[in-house]
C-alpha cells in the first residue's frame, strides 16, 4: 500500500471514521507517503509490515492483523500488490522474472487469503478482492504476444479468485479489473487516474452481494469475460 492504487485504496478508505483501515507493505518506516496518511484519517489506520514475496512475513502478519481486530473479523481482503517484468513475447522472457511474477502475483495472493481465512470467516461481510487485469483474460486478448508473463500471472489469478468462490459459498470472492491507470506499472500514457479507478471499486466492493462471488468484474462494476 505504499504507493499507486494501493496507498489510494487507503486514502479514500481513511475519510470515513467508520473504517478500521489495516494498511500493509514491505517497509514502513520507509513508507513515506503511506505515513503521511495518518494526518488525514478519520478512523483507524494501522501500518503494519508484510513482503508478498516473503511466505514467512505474510504467515508472521496474521498474527498481528488480529491482535489489531480483537474479537471482530475482517471484512474485506483487498490483494492488491502485482508486478510485471516489462512488456517481453510470449518465446522472450526471463526465467527467473517468470518465477519472480508468479510469485508475487499468484502465490501471494493464493497464501494470504489461505492463512487469513479465519479472521475472514468471522466477520459478517466476508469478501475477498482480488486486483487482476483485463489483461489476463483470454477473450479479450488483442494485444498479440506482449506482456506475456504478465498476462499469464493474471489468468492464473482469475482462476484462483473463481477456485476459492467455489471452496467457500459463504464468502465473496471476486476479481477486478483496475482499468489502465497512471501508476508506476500503467505508466503515464495510460488513461485512468488512480482516484478514478479506485472510486469505481470502491463502489463495486461496498455493493457486493453473494451472487456476485465468482466474477470477473471491470473498475466500474461491468463484468469482464473470461
Given amino acids: 500500500s505504499s504507493r499507486g492504487l494501493g496507498l489510494e485504496i487507503v486514502r479514500q478508505l481513511i475519510r470515513s471514521p467508520a473504517n478500521l483501515v489495516i494498511a500493509t507493505c514491505r517497509?514502513?518506516?520507509n513508507a513515506t507517503a503511506l505515513q503521511a496518511l495518518k494526518s488525514d484519517a478519520k478512523g483507524p489506520l494501522h501500518i503494519i509490515p508484510?513482503?508478498?514475496?516473503?511466505?514467512?512475513?505474510?504467515?508472521?502478519?496474521?498474527?498481528?492483523?488480529g491482535d489489531i481486530l480483537g474479537e471482530q473479523g475482517l471484512d474485506y481482503l483487498y490483494n492488491n500488490a502485482g508486478i510485471t517484468p516489462g512488456p517481453e513475447a510470449a518465446f522472450d522472457f526471463e526465467y527467473s522474472a517468470l518465477l519472480e511474477t508468479l510469485q508475487v502475483n499468484i502465490a501471494a495472493p493464493a497464501l494470504i487469503s489461505q492463512v487469513y481465512l479465519p479472521l475472514?470467516?468471522?466477520?459478517?461481510r466476508k469478501v475477498i478482492v482480488n486486483v487482476s487485469?483485463?489483461?489476463?483474460?483470454?477473450?479479450?486478448?488483442?494485444?498479440?504476444?506482449v506482456q506475456s508473463v504478465y498476462s499469464v500471472t493474471k489468468a492464473g489469478l482469475n482462476m484462483l479468485t473463481k477456485k476459492?468462490?467455489?471452496?467457500?459459498?459463504?464468502?465473496?470472492?471476486?476479481?477486478v479489473s483496475p482499468g489502465w491507470t497512471k501508476t508506476d506499472m500503467?505508466?503515464?500514457?495510460?488513461?485512468?487516474?488512480?482516484?478514478?479507478?479506485?472510486?469505481?471499486?470502491?463502489?463495486?466492493?461496498?455493493g457486493l452481494t453473494l451472487q456476485d462471488s465468482g466474477k470477473f468484474f471491470d473498475q466500474t462494476g461491468g463484468i469482464l469475460p473470461w
Avoid at 487485469?133 to 504476444?145: D, H, K, R, V
Avoid at 500514457?189 to 463502489?203: M, R
Fill in 50 to 65: 508484510l513482503d508478498v514475496s516473503d511466505p514467512n512475513s505474510i504467515r508472521s502478519s496474521v498474527k498481528t492483523v
Fill in 186 to 206: 500503467g505508466g503515464s500514457n495510460a488513461t485512468l487516474e488512480p482516484y478514478e479507478s479506485v472510486e469505481g471499486q470502491l463502489k463495486l466492493v461496498k
Fill in 120 to 124: 475472514v470467516e468471522k466477520s459478517n
Fill in 133 to 145: 487485469s483485463a489483461l489476463g483474460s483470454l477473450a479479450l486478448n488483442t494485444w498479440g504476444s
Fill in 164 to 175: 476459492q468462490a467455489n471452496a467457500k459459498p459463504d464468502l465473496i470472492v471476486i476479481t
Fill in 27 to 29: 517497509n514502513p518506516a
